[in-house]
């Protein structure tokens, strides 16, 4: 099993079993950049940074992510793009990483939570408004 230096990374407080078996989920803090990771991790230990943030496209992994039946994975960085207030993300379960869209922590909200699949195939989530 693979531990985590929490001293210099956060886990993002949900790991979600994909297709396949993996494990995956997200770092607050660490990684080459200092923004957080996302990462892979067997039901063995073997664990695997498939994507750093760099500031620019996201930082702060937010809570979990979803994997649709195609197997790609949607989640949120709750901080960091174009406004830093966050963005949308797409990621693959080889680490192909693309911000989706970027949170402009107005119209749009910033911090967002929790990403849901829902029976319509869609992913929504809520986004905080600060005024």
Known sequence: ???LNTRRSYPSRQVNQGRGGNF???MN???ANGKGTL???TAKGAFTVLHNFTGTDGTDA???MVQLANGTFYGAASLGGTSNAGVIYQ???SGTYKVLHNLNGTTDGSLVG???LAT???VYGTATLFL
């Open 1 to 3: 099993m693979h531990t």
């Open 24 to 26: 995956y989920g997200g």
């Open 29 to 31: 803090l660490g990684g």
């Open 39 to 41: 990462f892979k991790m």
């Open 62 to 64: 937010a809570v979990g």
């Open 91 to 93: 990621l693959t379960s």
């Open 114 to 116: 929790v990403l849901t």
């Open 120 to 122: 319509d195939g869609n």
